[in-house]
């Protein structure tokens, strides 16, 4: 019969690394809060550490800056999004690896939705001028038309897609359908219905990539 497992308690006081772990958290989960409220603008240093809980000069002494914080909340998004793409990505190529792409963003939307309009909101409000996050999300958009370019590559090569399909002129499409879905998804969620249109839309590229027409 299994053990019943110590509570934390019962483990002892939290390590000093375990402290700044959850500290951290806490931090950017209030970061996020605050940019769902009221956008990175009007976002403090000094919110975000009375927000979770601190003192606060705690978020000035852990990341320096705003800015500092922001590209730290950027790292973490782009891992978790990793992590999520990658789980439904595993052994899957060409053809395959379009379909897996498509769920991963639709059910992004279900399981981080506060996450992802965080994020989205920070990157479109730095557009509007130079900094290390327009300079991140440019290189981020890159890489996300690569990868659709590659699946697409892998797929005319296993015969799965047809050969008039052009890779390139393919990965702007579907990024551009991603992220505009996104995009009006932050304008208004409440006038999309994200389960129909990812389906419409995967029904209709799956055509258009068997078929070529």
Known sequence: MPQPQPSRAEEGPLTQ???TALSDRRMFEAAIELINEFGTRKMTLKEIGERAGYSRGLASYRFGSKDGLLRELFGRFDMRWKEHLGERL???RGIEAIRAGIHAQRDFFRREPNYLRAMYL???E??????????????HHAIYRKDARQWAEA???DGDISSTIDPEQFAVRYCSFMFGTIYQWLVDADALDIDGLFADYEKQIMTILRTGV
């Open 17 to 19: 690394a375990e402290r």
């Open 126 to 139: 730095s557009l509007g001028h130079e900094s290390d996050i327009r300079s991140a999300l440019s290189d």
């Open 90 to 92: 595993q052994g899957k």
């Open 155 to 157: 797929g005319i090569a």
């Open 122 to 124: 920070l990157w479109y």
